[in-house]
């Protein structure tokens, strides 16, 4: 239990034997002597092992919403396959199995009324009933044997069936007969049914064998897939899915089959249409739908469908035949382990060799337009026969089938085989028959016949069908067929292919010769009369489908196509296209004609063919034509057209677009496309000779893509120029020093004229000629860019990036082609050519400057062009003279500049250009990042490993602080890199709206390029990284200059939890109010402009800058790190020698911002509920991070994440590029937490973990070279304090114990060398550093406390033998372990116990000290240090008793008061547990005394009329203050060493409390105080001259100010209860009585509660009592094993006299030491009773202090009580009820609905009861008693003022009302005169002794009761406020 500390001493004897302990190892070497040179060389050898090559694959990639330069590769061209669904049928089965049945499959969707895929036959019949047909089937090909198909669904629905129809051979009679059997025998009866199946299994053998080749239908049945679709996403991803045929253009045959979905979606099945559950399915079908006769037609099945899904009635309606089909339906899988064949019945790689189990592709028909250009020969035709009407025909015409064939001549010979067979029989059939109806005249047809067409159709080519009568009964002499007539369609007409329906005649008699010319429908006349039926009107209906990759089937694409092929081939004029006759001579017109029309065409056939268009176009601009006689030129047409036709791709909404919005259709044209045109035919010989294949893609086999891609890559040149090109004879790089001379002329290009005479090639008399044979493409195409005008023009540069792209190849494939690659790169293109370029640029530039002055669309408009354009340069410095494309750089720059004015634009823009050329893979070489000035590199382009690698000597002949400067020289020498930093550097100088994400482009920008650095193999040598990192050292001037615009890390980090995982719910409070950190800023700066890292930034400009986010500020800072880590050690060591001190402490303060920065924040930070779910032990947990963050670090982790094999089935590509494919690596999104597994979250803290450990180490170098740099400056003294905060500040980071052994060696090396220096001048930073080194000291990690504790013995080693200030070093000590004690809730008391047993050790193994009483004292100070922890345990028994705790800490603070220090740190330690508590006006006070007390002190020291003389200048903030009241001088002196040398005993320090209070009042809501509070601080300031900071001081006050107007009665102070303890079980606490203040509008339960269920779990909730009254409690009465707490609501008790004092609603809530409560009760013992007997007791508490207080519950010292009697009680409450009303009429503004609920209260009808009946119970008669005559007086006027106001009221409200609520106010006016009538006689009634004089005053009158102060508060009551 709590006993009383109050007179505990500071040092006192060890309660625990520190030597009864285990120390911890010592360190080797500790006590030895060595130098510090010594020293410092072994622990930066100990810190260069084990370190990270790459800093940058610790660090989260690049923001792809910045990576601009990233250039999306688009998808390879691939046939379209949608959602794959595998279904194998397995089995089919009736009830009897007598007869061979053939199945069919196809899906249909019923909305969209249509049949989706083509049909699939399977034959299940046993080998039994296959020997039934075997003589109609002679060949069998395995193809026909397969029963499992893939079904592509482009558009998933749930409105998809899959439809499985049965036929069966044709027998006598109708359907229904011949499905009977099947109804009603079963083969289970045996008996008569099985003769009776026998029977019918013999008449079905008869059957086959006789009508084996027919067919007629049996039944059907449909599957519903809904459940096999994801159809919950289909309606939220509507769009997607209309769109998805032009997102991507399906995926490859051997990838995933999601990935071939067309939609941009990742590869899990979640993402997918298909739904998650669509695995492997079983369904089985236990009934059929019989067939109707006359509903055969898909028309008629699309009914049925729609009926079944609305409803069940369907199968009462049809009849249905029991069965059963099992099927299994899955998701196709990523590679089918067996053969599969295409629509075609072409095997798809792989093929292996066991062919069992065959699969079929099965062709989809869309439901709507599906936009992916014909990859594969496809050639298909499909005939639908729908229906025959031979009603008038003669009775013969019954079972009627028809016999279709494909001919390609007129004899019967002629028929081809290319329809494609049915199950069970030849892959190719030359004829095929339709199902049979029996005896239906006018049958409908639901046949599909597929046919292969031939690639080449002539006018011979047409179908033939033949119609027959079969029949069935066996007659003798009768032929089976019985021929009824004949029919055709050709298949060309006007040489176009014929789709679409067609009703056709029937010819009954043999067709004439020739019939295949001309259509039916008009035949030319006949010799002989020929017969038709139904007079040559059609009766037979049929529809013919192409899908096909020959036949455009649109007759702008047909025309242009078949005008090209007539310039290409030897034709005879006129030629025909569709219905016109084109001569020679028209030739050129109409093919111009045709071009133009070209974009008219329907987009679906234009996206088809879109590859052959465009290859066509390109050859017609370049190829020379001679047309009848004359030269034609087909270029400018050409060109239109192709732009015509990149704005409608681009401006369809049905064709997906990449980040760029470059069309996805076009980037694959010309990336996997696109070649350079032939124009003659000796060139095409001399390439097509060359070893290099064919460079289009290569489809037809179904390879990979990898294979694809490795023939793409000869005909995509990739924009690599060869690092290892030949030396060139001329001056080394000239062509780069050109462009950065300043003096380079400007050549004026003029070709506009030459052009626009003709647009050809004919000779000019000015120019030299070119030969038309000469003709190259991208000179062409450059031309035809630069003469375009109008609306040609503006799409030309609104899709600049296709014809740029264009261009690029083209000149490419040139150079390639034309064997170039070794020319000099000035002469592979012509002058010609490179002025066209520089016009386009130029041209473009000014585009994108007149784009951003117009509206935001536009804008975007112009970023797009902005990038197409920086792409277009970037590939041009693969292919073009450099100088040239530098020179082009130039200009645009320059242009820019001169016609844009908003900064922030513009800036935008550049960057992302500039963005966009440095990703370029030499940019190192395109920068000379190798040179120096006056030294050039032996050829234009070398290779990083044959430039010379001695290090940087040429560095040493310049002077070094300009190489860290962004000068002209450095600007003109590295050209790209030095236009870079100007954006940067103006960038982070601008100002103005839009600035910030202008600011976060410029630096990602230089992070994306230093990690592609980092990450590149070439520069993996540290000699190379050396000279790279010397390229950017101008960016740390940069860096220093923006150092005001850093985010400031170490403001949002709560710094006083350092060293241990916060509680989430503490990190979400604001900044710590008393963390350490803002406490040194405050205490140690002379009043200078402070951060609150403690960084004194005295340097810096006064003006207000951007700051940059955490984001932003995180990537700069990294590459400073980085540039850090690179750059040559020496270099910066002489760089940092000749810095002068202001930029010193610039960069002492921008590590400090890095060592917050790179804090690591453990895996509880990266995800919450992992850390909660899998919660473990502190001690567990750290050893288990320490062990990730030992080991071989994540170095190994990172290469191994890197090289993931191709096959990692998690994270498929891993291995391509790791740096630019974000969405792959395992740095996400913050939003994509969630989708995190376990692992991944381990990984990304194991690469935190080593990013901070290398961010920090990287500190360390640099620290220690500003120590080996500076130490022979006259300034090391203020740099030693600089380096100390920063390594102080990594200590109070989390960190790895790798980093904090170095960090603690490199301290020891600190302490050794400038121990001196450390402890005179460094007092603050000593201080600080002892508690971050003690907090280590209870590290549960071993290599971490050895190494505090010897960093720790070492300090106090120092201190005693330099300057003999061991004092002052003990009392730092021990005011550290305080404040730990008081704030660390994971101190672990045991870990720092053993290491003061450490200390001990070396102090008895020091034999160098042994002779010293320096032993002596250091085990003093480990014997006061364990006294204080004694104290922690105590605190943890009370942790979750806030009050109990506080008590406590109140306490020990309270022995501690003649140690200052030491009172202060525990007075800063409540202050942070009563802040965590939101405690906010207690946290305050507690401040307050802190500043009291350092008042106190500084009143002895100094006597400045400035400061506060002493506490009693805190009267006024509160009057607890007193007790902070120094003791005399003689028993403490200040002077003495070690007292009062903490940063706080300063006037700034005193300062920085004060204002510290003042934000904590402000956050309580006591503006009030916060004034009271700054007239102490305000004279100080002005003292200081301190102007900056009197300006933040008033506009405080103002805002305090306005609190007070704005908010007033609205703020809630507290709420207070009196709490009593009762029983043995609470100790020191039994029978006192506290009162608790809690937060503002607590109800009583809410504490009864809180108390109940703690002190439950202290004692057992069986042994806790809340006694629920107030009434005094009787301790005999109660149970003494238990323990008793009463609760009593309190509120403030003032008396009249001070009332004059307390005015405003602050006033009655502030400075409360007297509380009241009130205890109704009657005589006889109950608490309620009637009017007359009701008494009332008031009790008045008085505590100990008032409140506010540094606790939030003080004891009550005083109980007061007095009784009022049932008279008494009634004045009270009528008073209350007068001043209510009172308070009610006077509010302003006036308040009608609270006027109306106090006046209700008063006179309303149903309470006027009230105080009536108080009336007629006290005044109805004269009381008997004398003594009752004065109350009886002043009731009698209570009610007279009462009935007064309640007048008033009623007046009042009169005039607030609306117009409806009149009859209420004549109801309270009516109520009113009611009341007033009843009292009057009562209150007109006066008690005459009362008026009569008791004796007579000669000369004055006086009246003592008058006089009495009681008297005067109910006079001012009555005469009103």
């Known amino acids: 239990m709590l006993c009383d500390v109050s007179g505990k001493s500071t040092f006192t004897s060890c309660d625990f034997d520190l030597r009864s302990l285990q120390p911890d190892p010592r360190l080797d070497g500790l006590l030895q002597h060595i130098s510090a040179e010594d020293f410092e060389r072994q622990n930066e050898e100990a810190r260069r092992t084990n370190r990270h090559a790459e800093l940058f694959s610790l660090y989260p990639s690049v923001d792809e919403e910045d990576a601009v330069e990233i250039r999306p590769l688009p998808e390879c061209p ?164 209309e769109t998805m045929v032009g997102k991507n253009s399906a995926g490859e045959r051997r990838t995933l089959i999601q990935s071939r979905r067309l939609s941009e979606k990742s590869l899990s099945l979640e993402d997918s249409y298909i739904g998650p559950n669509f695995k492997a399915t079983t369904m089985t079908v236990n009934s059929f739908f019989k067939q109707e006769g006359d509903r055969l037609s898909d028309e008629d099945l699309l009914k049925f469908l729609a009926d079944y899904k609305r409803s069940s009635s369907l199968q009462r309606r049809v009849k249905s035949i029991p069965g059963l089909l099992k099927l299994e339906i899955s998701s196709a899988p990523e590679v089918l382990n067996c053969c599969c064949l295409t629509p075609e019945l072409l095997p798809v790689k792989p093929f292996p060799e066991n062919r069992s189990r065959l699969h079929k592709e099965i062709l989809e028909f869309p439901t709507k337009e599906v936009y992916v250009p014909h990859t594969v020969y496809r050639n298909l035709l499909f005939v639908y026969p729908q229906r025959l009407n031979f009603a008038n025909k003669l009775a013969s015409a019954r079972n009627i089938t028809i ?103 029937v010819a009954l008699e043999k067709l004439p010769p020739s019939y295949s010319m001309h259509s039916p429908e008009k035949v030319p006349p006949q010799n002989s009369p020929f017969k038709w039926a139904e007079g040559h009107r059609g009766v037979f209906n049929i529809e013919v489908l192409a899908v096909s990759s020959v036949h455009t089937q649109d007759n702008h694409l047909e025309k242009f196509f078949t005008l090209c092929h007539s310039l290409e081939s030897q034709v005879t004029f006129p030629i025909r296209v569709l219905d016109q006759k084109i001569t020679e001579a028209n030739l050129e017109h109409e093919l111009k004609l045709s071009i133009i029309c070209l974009n008219s065409s329907r987009l679906e056939p234009l996206v088809l063919f879109l590859h052959q268009i465009l290859d066509k176009l390109f050859q017609l601009s370049i190829q020379p034509m001679v047309i009848a006689g004359q030269t034609a030129n087909f270029s400018q047409f050409a060109f239109e057209s192709v732009v015509s036709i990149a704005n409608s791709l681009h401006n369809s909404k049905d064709l997906s677009k990449d980040q760029h919005g470059r069309n996805c259709l076009l980037a694959s044209y010309v990336y996997y496309v696109f070649r350079l045109p032939n124009v003659h035919r000796e060139v095409s010989k001399s390439a097509t000779s060359s070893n290099h294949p064919d460079p289009r893609y290569h489809t037809f086999g179904r390879t990979s893509v990898a294979a694809v891609n490795s023939k793409l890559l000869q005909a995509r040149v990739m924009s690599n120029s060869n690092p290892d090109i030949a030396g060139i004879h001329t001056s080394p790089d000239e062509e780069v020093k050109n462009i950065m001379s300043s003096k380079a002329s400007d050549r004026v290009y003029n070709r506009m004229s030459y052009y626009s005479q003709g647009n050809n090639d004919t000779p000019s008399s000015t120019t030299v000629p070119r030969p038309a044979s000469k003709k190259h493409f991208h000179e062409e195409l450059a031309l035809q860019m630069v003469v375009s005008t109008g609306m040609v023009r503006e799409a030309v540069f609104k899709y600049s990036w296709f014809f740029f792209e264009l261009l690029v190849k083209s000149m490419a494939q040139y150079v390639h082609n034309m064997d170039k690659r070794d020319n000099f790169r000035r002469t592979r293109f012509s002058d010609r050519f490179k002025d066209d370029v520089t016009t386009i640029v130029n041209v473009v530039t000014s585009e994108i400057a007149a784009l951003l002055v117009k ?196 403001v949002s980090d709560v710094r006083g939890g350092k060293g241990r995982p916060t509680n989430p719910d503490e990190e979400q409070e604001g900044g710590n109010p008393v963390n350490q950190s803002v406490a040194l800023a405050i205490a140690g700066n002379n009043f200078n402009p402070l951060k609150m890292s403690g960084a004194p930034l005295s340097s810096l400009p006064y003006k207000q800058y951007n700051v940059l986010n955490p984001d932003t500020t995180r990537n700069l800072m990294i590459c400073f790190l980085w540039i850090m880590k690179n750059a040559e050690q020496s270099l910066i060591r002489k760089w940092i020698a000749d810095l002068p001190p202001m930029q010193l402490n610039r960069i002492l303060d921008l590590l400090f911002i890095c060592v917050s920065c790179f804090e690591y924040k453990g895996k509880h930070n990266s995800d919450k509920v992992s850390t909660q779910v899998l919660q473990k032990s502190r001690d567990v947990k750290a050893r288990l991070e320490e062990a990730l963050l030992r080991g071989e670090g994540a170095r190994g982790e990172m290469m191994r994440r890197c090289k993931t094999p191709a096959g990692n089935d998690r994270f498929p590509g891993l291995n391509e590029n790791l740096r630019w494919r974000k969405e792959q690596t395992h740095w996400r999104q913050a939003n994509e937490k969630l989708d995190k597994t376990k692992a991944e979250l381990d990984q990304e803290a194991l690469i935190n973990g080593n990013l901070a450990t290398e961010a920090n180490l990287i500190i360390l170098d640099m620290q220690e070279n500003i120590i080996q740099a500076s130490f022979a400056l006259d300034c090391k003294d203020n740099l030693l304090g600089g380096v100390l905060r920063v390594l102080v500040n990594s200590l109070s980071c989390d960190q790895s114990t790798t980093y904090l052994t170095h960090c603690f060696a490199t301290l020891r090396a600190l302490i050794a060398k400038f121990g001196d220096l450390l402890f005179e001048e460094e007092v603050e930073q000593c201080a600080d550093l002892c508690q971050r080194v003690l907090h280590h000291c209870s590290s549960s990690i071993d290599v971490t406390r050895s190494q505090a504790c010897a960093t720790l013995y070492l300090l106090m080693r120092f201190s005693f033998g330099a300057t003999s200030n061991f004092a002052r070093v003990k009392m730092q000590v021990t005011m550290s372990l305080a404040s730990l004690v008081g704030k660390a809730s994971d101190f672990n008391e045991e870990y720092l116990r053993k290491s003061l047993r450490t200390i001990l050790a070396y102090a008895e193994e020091d034999t160098a000290m042994q002779a010293t009483p320096f032993p002596a004292q250091v085990e003093e100070l480990l014997c006061n240090l364990n006294s204080i922890l004694s104290d922690t345990v105590k605190m943890r028994e009370f942790q979750e008793d806030p009050e109990m705790l506080m008590d406590l800490m109140y306490r020990i603070a309270k022995g501690y008061q003649t140690s200052p220090d030491l009172r202060l740190t525990w007075l800063q330690n409540m202050a942070e547990k009563h802040s965590k508590r939101k405690c906010y006006t207690e946290a305050a006070m507690c401040l307050v005394h802190a500043a009291a007390l350092v008042a106190e002190y500084l009143s002895m020291l100094e006597d400045h009329c400035y400061l506060p ?93 306005d609190n007070i107007i704005n908010k007033g009665h609205k703020r809630m102070f507290g709420t207070y209860f ?59 009465k109660l149970d003494p094993n238990k323990a008793y707490i009463q609760i009593t609501f309190v509120e403030p008790y003032f008396d009249e006299y001070e009332m004059k004092d307390r005015v405003t609603y602050f006033e009655k809530n502030f400075n409360l030491r007297r509380f009241m409560y009130t205890t109704p009760f009657t005589l006889e013992g109950r608490p309620r009773g009637e009017l007359n007997e009701q008494y009332r007791r008031n009790t008045i508490l008085t505590t100990m202090h008032a409140f506010p207080y540094i606790k939030t519950r003080i004891r009550v010292i005083q109980k007061e009580e007095f009784v009022l009697t049932p008279i008494e009680v009634a004045i009270e409450d009528m008073k209350k009820k007068t001043l209510e009303l009172a308070v009610a009429i006077n509010q302003e503004p006036p308040d009608a609905k609270m006027l109306q609920m106090v006046l209700q209260g008063s006179v309303g009808a149903t309470v006027n009861q009230g105080p009536l009946e108080v009336a007629q119970v006290f005044l109805a008669e004269i009381p008997a008693d004398p003594k009752l005559y004065r109350h009886h007086n002043k009731l009698r006027l209570c009610f007279k003022e009462f009935i007064m106001r309640c007048g008033e009221a009623v007046e009042k409200n009169k005039r607030l009302i609306t117009s409806d609520q009149r009859e209420y106010q004549q109801e309270l006016k009516k109520n009113y005169n009611k009341l007033k009538e009843n009292l009057r006689p009562m209150i007109e009634r006066k008690i005459p002794e009362l008026y009569k004089p008791i004796f007579r005053v000669q000369n004055e009158k006086r009246n003592s009761f008058h006089r009495s102060s009681f008297r005067k508060y109910e006079t001012q009551l009555s005469q009103g406020p």
């Open 1618 to 1676: 009196r709490v009593g303890f009762y029983g043995s079980k609470f100790g020191d606490l039994d029978e006192q009585e506290f009162v608790y203040k809690e937060p503002a509008i607590t109800k009583l339960p809410e504490i009864s509660h809180r108390l109940e269920a703690f002190y439950g779990q202290c004692f057992g909730a069986k042994f806790v009592e809340v006694i629920k009254d107030s009434i005094p409690v009787d301790k005999t």
């Open 78 to 241: 691939k046939e379209h396959l949608g959602n794959r669904i595998l279904v194998k049928l397995q089995t089919l089965k009736f009830e009897i199995e007598i007869e061979p049945l053939f199945a069919s499959i196809a899906l249909y969707d019923v909305k969209e009324r249509k049949k989706i895929s083509e049909n699939f036959h399977c034959d299940l019949n046993s080998e039994q009933f296959k020997g039934f047909l075997r003589n109609h089937t002679p060949l069998v090909d395995p193809s026909s044997q397969a029963k499992a198909a893939i079904f592509s669904v482009t558009y998933p629905s749930s409105d998809i069936y899959l439809v499985i129809k049965i036929e069966k051979v044709l027998q006598q009679g109708e359907i229904g007969d011949c499905a009977e059997p099947y109804m009603v025998i079963k083969e289970s009866d045996g008996g008569k049914s099985k003769e009776k199946i026998e029977k019918l299994k013999i008449q079905a053998e008869s059957f086959c064998q006789r009508l084996g080749k027919y067919r007629m239908p049996f039944a059907w049945v449909p599957i519903s897939l809904t459940n096999f679709f994801n159809v919950s996403t289909l309606d939220r991803e509507i769009t997607d899915m």
């Open 403 to 505: 016999k279709i064939q494909f001919m390609c001549g007129e004899d019967a010979n002629n028929a081809m085989p290319v329809i494609f067979g049915k199950s069970n029989g030849p892959e190719f059939l030359k004829e095929v028959y339709t199902a049979i109806t029996y005896h239906n005249k006018s049958p409908d047809f639901y046949e599909e016949v597929k046919i292969k067409l031939p690639a080449k159709l002539t006018v011979n080519h047409h179908l033939l069908f033949t119609f027959y009568h079969i029949s069935c009964h066996q007659k003798q002499g009768t032929s089976i067929e019985s021929l009824l007539g004949y029919s055709w369609l050709p298949i060309l007409f006007n040489e176009r292919l014929q789709t679409g329906p067609y009703c056709l005649p």
């Open 1509 to 1601: 003389v002493g506490s009693v200048s805190f009267q006024n903030i509160s009057s607890n203050v007193l007790e902070e009241s120094a003791v005399s001088d003689d028993i403490l002196c200040p002077d003495e060493d070690g007292v009062c040398s903490g940063r706080y005993f300063t006037e700034s320090g005193l300062v920085g409390l004060l204002e510290q209070a003042t934000e904590l009042f402000s956050t309580g809501g006591l503006y009030e105080t916060v004034n009271e509070v700054y007239k102490l601080v305000i004279p100080i300031l002005e003292a200081h001259r301190d102007f900056r900071k009197l300006t933040l001081t008033h506009d405080k006050l103002q805002k305090a100010f």
């Open 855 to 1050: 509206p935001q669309k536009e804008n975007d408009q112009a970023e797009k062009i902005n990038i197409s354009l920086a792409f277009f340069l970037y590939d041009l410095f693969s292919l073009m003279d450099r100088g040239f494309v530098f020179n082009l750089i130039k200009h645009y720059c320059n242009q820019l500049s001169a016609k844009l004015n908003n900064l922030p634009t513009l800036i935008s823009m550049r960057l992302e250009f500039l963005r966009i050329l440095c990703s370029h893979e030499h940019y190192l070489n395109l920068n000379l990042f190798f040179m120096a000035p006056d030294t050039a590199p032996a050829s234009p382009n070398p290779s990083i490993s044959s430039q010379n690698s001695s290090s940087c000597s040429s560095f040493q002949d310049q002077k070094i602080a300009s190489m860290f400067d962004l000068s002209s020289d450095y600007r003109q020498q590295h050209f790209l890199t030095g236009l870079l930093f100007t954006e940067l550097a103006a960038v982070l100088d601008a100002e103005g709206e839009g600035i910030t994400k202008v600011q976060r482009k410029a630096i990602s920008a230089i992070h994306g390029l230093l990690s592609s650095h980092d990450l590149d193999p070439r520069c993996s040598k540290p000699e190379v990284k050396v000279k790279v990192a010397a390229l950017y050292l101008p960016l740390v001037g940069i860096i220093m200059d923006a150092l005001p615009q850093l985010y400031d890390f170490t």
